[in-house]
């Protein structure tokens, strides 16, 4: 479900309900008989409509923890770019725990935040 959620997700912040907008997707009645993603509801064929809104709610609440939290560190990153931090004291970083080639800033919203109040 969290591969539903996070695929319309611009879609879903602005839709008056988000749980009813994911169930109108994945979820087969009289007046949606051919829903988007029909395979959730094959697969789990008995799930009880509580349950299943507790677990759209639940994803919701993933993917939305997911996407504020990446914007915070994207949001870090350039602004300890244009401060011109550099990675660690020392000016190095680590080539053994790196999966690229040019391994990210190690910098957060809270680091930053911490760093204007002693600027």
Same mark, same amino acid.
Request: net charge positive.
């Given at each position: @479900?969290?591969?539903?959620? @996070?695929?319309?997700w611009?879609?879903? *912040? ?9 169930? +109108?997707? #994945?979820h +087969? ?9 029909? /395979?959730?509801? *094959? +697969? &789990? /064929?008995? &799930? ?7 677990? #759209?709610? &639940? ?6 923890? &997911?996407?504020l939290?990446?914007?915070?560190? #994207?949001?870090?990153? /350039? ?6 931090? *550099? ?14 080639? *040019?391994? +990210? ?15």
């Open positions: @479900m969290s591969d539903v959620v @996070m695929g319309h611009s879609k879903l *912040t602005e839709a008056k309900s988000c749980c009813a907008a994911v169930e +109108r997707l #994945i +087969r009645t009289s007046q949606h008989p051919n829903p988007k993603y029909s /395979y959730v509801e *094959t +697969r &789990f /064929y008995k &799930f009880p409509s509580c349950l299943r809104r507790a677990a #759209i709610e &639940f994803v919701k609440g993933q993917v939305s923890s &997911f996407d939290s990446a914007s915070y560190n #994207i949001a870090a990153r /350039y602004l300890a770019y244009q401060l011109k931090l *550099t990675r660690r004291k020392d000016g190095q970083v680590a080539k053994d725990r790196s999966s690229c080639s *040019t391994p +990210r800033m190690p910098v957060t919203l809270s680091l930053l935040w911490g760093l204007g109040s002693r600027l």
